[in-house]
């Protein structure tokens, strides 16, 4: 998944980019808690200044997020984090609908998900949009005319 994460393809970086800076933000804002002393950074082998500097969320996941949950690797961490590990619990029909467009999940990212629930009743449809172009261009247009009202 990591690689399909820095491709440029439906605008993948840039959401990929906003998540890491929102991310960001929300541990800027919680530091306190999420960081309460040295002694408990030093224990994880936290270290601040590659959190602040993180330019992806591949990054931000290697030197926070895996830490914090005792993996040894980022790929330990996705794979755990994974859906695929709960499909062998799935007991009614289950339908997953995903955009061909989706800049976050595309669909070569599913292909192990797909094969491990044929056997389930499990239905994943695509649909082939420009979804996530449309939302976006809707969602700039509704934030700027919301602010020129103010």
Known sequence: MAQ????????RR???FVMTENMR?????????LFPSEEFKRDRGIVERDIWSAGTLLELDD?????IHDFDTVEELYHWSSCI?????VTVPLVCINAL???????VVLEETIKAAASKHFFLLYENTEYY??????????????QAHF
Not at 85 to 89: A, G, I, Q, T
């Open 4 to 11: 399909h994460l820095l491709q440029w393809e439906n605008f």
């Open 14 to 16: 840039l959401y990929l």
């Open 25 to 33: 933000m929300i541990l800027r804002r919680w530091q306190r808690q």
């Open 63 to 67: 030197c926070y997020t895996r830490k």
């Open 85 to 89: 590990n709960y499909l062998d619990s």
């Open 101 to 107: 467009d989706d800049p976050i999940i595309p669909p």
């Open 133 to 146: 172009t449309e939302y976006y261009t809707e969602y700039r247009n509704d934030i700027t005319s919301s």
